[in-house]
């Protein structure tokens, strides 16, 4: 099954620095890479999501770049405010096989101020 | 648009009881919904696939006869923690799959239900 790796773990910037985290996943044929915040005791939220035939997308201060060759894929978040600190998922789908999602592991940003 | 509520949001129980938690597509149809588990610090893990009146499909380990999963209509699915033991003791978060897209349907999650087992 799909594997996917994420790192930091544990991320900690200045306020109005830049955050990048980074996923590896396993499984080629997967086609749909969504991101999500969540905050402590909270539900995930999507905040952007790229497909395979995309290498670039961006959202404000989001950005995620996806590079299919080596399979992986990255976050980019710039002028980090405090209310961007939270966990930040990455995740992978093949969309049409069952469309279930596989998780990274997580990256817990801490934006100081 | 879009939501998903479930309930209880928090419940503790007692070692060896049951538990069972709802969760709700309010203002759209879910033919499929996923139930998943989050440890402290940890990822979301799937547990299984809910679809609409018919068995549910459980990920590698998870025991289909302690969580039991029951999708009787297109806005509701429950799941049961049958015996619940200290280790079952997680954030619960199910999510349900808005059909109809061409490329992807996308999930929406509930707000989560933090079950501690005494």
Redesign the interface.
Known sequence: GENVEQHPSTLSVQEGDSAVIKCTYSDSASN?FPWYKQEL??????IIDI?SNVGEKKDQRIAVTLNKTAKHFSLHITETQPEDSAVY?CAS?L?GG?????????TQLKVEL | GAVVSQHPSRVICKSGTSVKIECRSLDFQAT?M?WYRQFP??????MA?SNEGSKA?YEQGVEKDKFLINHASLTLSTLTVTSAHPEDSS?Y?CSA?VGGRS?????F????T?LTVL
């Open positions: 749909y005791g909270k539900r995930p939220q999507l497909r998922f789908i969309t069952g469309n279930k999602l596989t998780f990274g592991t997580g | 499929t996923f610090k940890q990822s979301l893990m799937l696939t499909t954030f978060i799959e490329f992807y349907n996308e999930q999650f509930g707000p989560g933090r």
